[in-house]
C-alpha cells in the first residue's frame, strides 16, 4: 500500500492549499482516508476524516474553514484548506483504514504546511 501526499507549501496567512493524497495497492472504495497532522512539540491530531461512503468529520477548529473530499474513479482523498491561519502550520499526513478496522493503518509520508503571519 502506498499513499503519496502533494500539495504542501508556504502560504500566507488568509491564504489556501489544497492537499491531495494518491492511494493504490489497496480497495480505495471500501477505504475510510483521514488527513492527520502534527506541529512540532505537538500531538498528532485528526484534522478531518471521510467514510468510504463519504461521511465526514472536522476538528472543530478547522471547520467551515477546510474541506475533504475524495474522488473513488482516481483512488484520491483532498484536502482544501481556506483561511489558513500561523496554527495550521505543521506536517499533514493522509492515512487509510478498511471500513472494518477501527485504527487507520497505512499512512502517508506527510507533506509540510507552513503558514506565515
Same mark, same amino acid.
Given at each position: 500500500?502506498?499513499? $503519496?501526499?502533494?500539495?504542501?507549501?508556504?502560504?500566507?496567512?488568509?491564504?489556501? +492549499? %489544497?492537499?491531495?493524497?494518491?492511494?493504490?495497492?489497496?480497495?480505495? =472504495?471500501?477505504?475510510?482516508?483521514?488527513?492527520? %497532522?502534527?506541529?512540532? =512539540?505537538? /500531538?498528532?491530531?485528526?484534522?478531518?476524516?471521510?467514510?468510504? #461512503?463519504?461521511?465526514?468529520?472536522?476538528?472543530?477548529?478547522?471547520?467551515? %474553514?477546510?474541506?475533504?473530499?475524495?474522488?473513488?474513479?482516481?483512488?484520491?482523498?483532498? +484536502? $482544501?484548506?481556506?483561511?489558513?491561519?500561523?496554527?495550521?502550520?505543521?506536517? #499533514? #499526513?493522509?492515512?487509510?483504514? %478498511?471500513? /472494518?478496522?477501527?485504527?487507520? /493503518?497505512?499512512?502517508?509520508?506527510?507533506?509540510?504546511?507552513?503558514?506565515?503571519?
Amino acid at each position: 500500500v502506498q499513499l $503519496q501526499a502533494s500539495g504542501g507549501g508556504l502560504v500566507q496567512a488568509g491564504g489556501s +492549499l %489544497r492537499l491531495s493524497c494518491a492511494a493504490s495497492g489497496l480497495t480505495f =472504495g471500501n477505504c475510510a482516508m483521514g488527513w492527520y %497532522r502534527q506541529a512540532p =512539540g505537538k /500531538e498528532r491530531e485528526l484534522v478531518a476524516s471521510i467514510s468510504s #461512503y463519504g461521511s465526514t468529520y472536522y476538528l472543530t477548529s478547522v471547520k467551515g %474553514r477546510f474541506t475533504i473530499s475524495r474522488d473513488n474513479a482516481k483512488n484520491t482523498v483532498y +484536502l $482544501q484548506m481556506n483561511s489558513l491561519l500561523p496554527e495550521d502550520t505543521a506536517v #499533514y #499526513y493522509c492515512a487509510a483504514r %478498511r471500513f /472494518e478496522v477501527e485504527k487507520y /493503518e497505512y499512512w502517508g509520508q506527510g507533506t509540510q504546511v507552513t503558514v506565515s503571519s
